[in-house]
């Protein structure tokens, strides 16, 4: 089992930034694919960023490339997502989850664990 606490979350101005940290319990944190996904209200939750078990490759949805930057920490058993110049469609309900997998995982379905989320609001 692996449990996931997501942090970070705030109100900021447009072009701020926020860090988001995503705490994983277990121990197969070390060799699981983590992506980062987002929810708006009456939106459908969508895919935002995914990393490798090891941090050497990622992937972005296009609306976010160049702003944010996915990355982890296998000794604290940690994922982030560094997001800056923040816009208000960035606004969401963010989550992070993991699925017990070496290569880059982007499907939602394919996510075995998530978070309970974190608040993202960006106001112009």
């Known amino acids: 089992q692996v449990q996931l606490v997501e942090s970070g979350g705030g109100l900021v101005q447009a072009g701020g930034s926020l860090r988001l940290s995503c705490a994983a319990s277990?121990?197969?944190?070390?060799?699981?694919?983590m992506g980062w996904f987002r929810q708006a209200p009456g939106k459908e939750r969508e895919f935002v960023a995914a990393?490798?078990?090891?941090?050497?490759?990622?992937y972005y949805v296009d609306s976010v490339k160049g702003r944010f930057t996915v990355s982890r920490d296998n000794v604290k058993n940690t994922v982030y997502l560094q997001m800056n110049s923040l816009k208000p469609e960035d606004t969401a309900v963010y989550y992070c989850?993991?699925?017990?997998?070496?290569?880059?995982?982007?499907?939602?379905?394919?996510?075995?664990?998530w978070g309970q989320g974190t608040q993202v609001t960006v106001s112009s």
């Open positions: 989850a993991a699925k017990t997998d070496y290569g880059l995982v982007f499907n939602i379905r394919e996510y075995d664990y």
């Open positions: 277990g121990r197969t944190f070390g060799r699981s694919a």
């Open positions: 990393i490798n078990w090891n941090g050497g490759r990622t």
